[in-house]
């Protein structure tokens, strides 16, 4: 319930050209990328979820451009 949540949150929010962070909790981080681009889309999430002490893991690749991310420890 909680990832489809999430996927939902990703679909309706929208981006420009750039990869960037869209969104960004404690323990979720949703990324717009330039392209079906998963690795810049890992990198910043990475990052992200290192400010918070937790490292990224894909959890949902909404679409080719949108991929939401779970911080875990």
Same mark, same amino acid.
């Given at each position: 319930? !909680? $990832?489809? $949540?999430?996927?939902?949150?990703?679909?309706? !929010?929208?981006?420009?050209?750039?990869?960037?962070?869209? =969104?960004?909790?404690?323990?979720?981080?949703?990324?717009?990328?330039? =392209?079906?681009?998963?690795? =810049?889309?890992?990198?910043?999430?990475?990052?992200?979820?290192? $400010?918070?002490?937790?490292?990224?893991?894909?959890?949902? $690749?909404? =679409?080719?451009?949108?991929?939401?991310?779970?911080?875990?420890?």
């Amino acid at each position: 319930m !909680l $990832k489809l $949540k999430y996927a939902v949150l990703a679909l309706i !929010l929208s981006g420009c050209a750039t990869t960037h962070v869209l =969104s960004a909790g404690e323990r979720t981080v949703v990324i717009q990328a330039a =392209s079906d681009d998963e690795a =810049s889309a890992t990198a910043l999430a990475v990052t992200e979820c290192n $400010k918070r002490g937790f490292h990224a893991k894909l959890s949902i $690749k909404a =679409s080719p451009v949108k991929y939401v991310f779970d911080c875990i420890e």
